[in-house]
């Protein structure tokens, strides 16, 4: 079967959302036409939408290898690079102690990959709220936010972290509060 052939089917299974077997077709398309860039993207994109993070990588970076110039293929290999980071550095978060120094520059090249990774951001304020460094953890829970207005989760963060950041200027500031007269 040739390539093309085989894209049509990868295409009626993702129709059926059946993910798994449009991967096992864009694959055939790749054996029968090994140096088809756009069947790799093609891939790459199933791949990612799968969850498949490592092998949609290994795709993106194929298709580059073959069209090195293509910006949606730069872009599309930035996005699964972030998500590699952005995993890895949640395993170390997880971890019992939690690796928060080791997580952060993974986090935040995550961040620079994929500006519009809201989870890189917002595990960027996490991870800089848990260090105290508060007005780093407002500042990335602020750009979360902004990425997504409606995530609560992130909203509370901002709000906790805020509400933290006041005790700490009173506590400096001393027992007096100033009033406006």
Avoid at 101 to 118: G, I, R, S, T, V
Avoid at 131 to 137: D, H, R, S, W
Avoid at 147 to 160: C, E, I
Wanted: hydrophobic fraction near 40%; proline fraction near 4%.
């Amino acid at each position: 079967m040739n390539g093309d052939a085989c894209i049509k089917k990868a295409y009626a299974f993702i129709l059926t959302s059946d993910f798994e077997q449009a991967i096992v077709w864009f694959e055939q398309a790749i054996a029968a036409e090994p140096d088809n860039a756009s069947y790799y993207h093609k891939c790459a994109i199933s791949c990612a939408r799968s969850g498949k993070w490592a092998k949609a990588y290994e795709h993106a970076r194929r298709a580059l290898e073959l069209v090195e110039d293509e910006p949606e293929y730069i872009y599309h290999l930035q996005t699964i690079e972030a998500r590699l980071q952005l995993s890895y550095a949640q395993q170390l978060l997880t971890q019992e102690p939690p690796a928060l120094e080791e997580a952060l520059p993974m986090l935040k090249q995550a961040a620079e990959l994929d500006p519009l990774c809201f989870d890189a951001f917002y595990w960027i304020a996490m991870t800089y709220a848990e260090l105290g460094q508060l007005v780093e953890a407002a500042v990335y829970a602020r750009e979360a936010i902004r990425l997504d207005p409606g995530h609560s989760a992130a909203r509370r963060l901002f709000a906790d972290v805020s509400r933290r950041r006041r005790l700490m200027r009173y506590r400096i500031n001393g027992q007096h509060r100033r009033r406006n007269r």
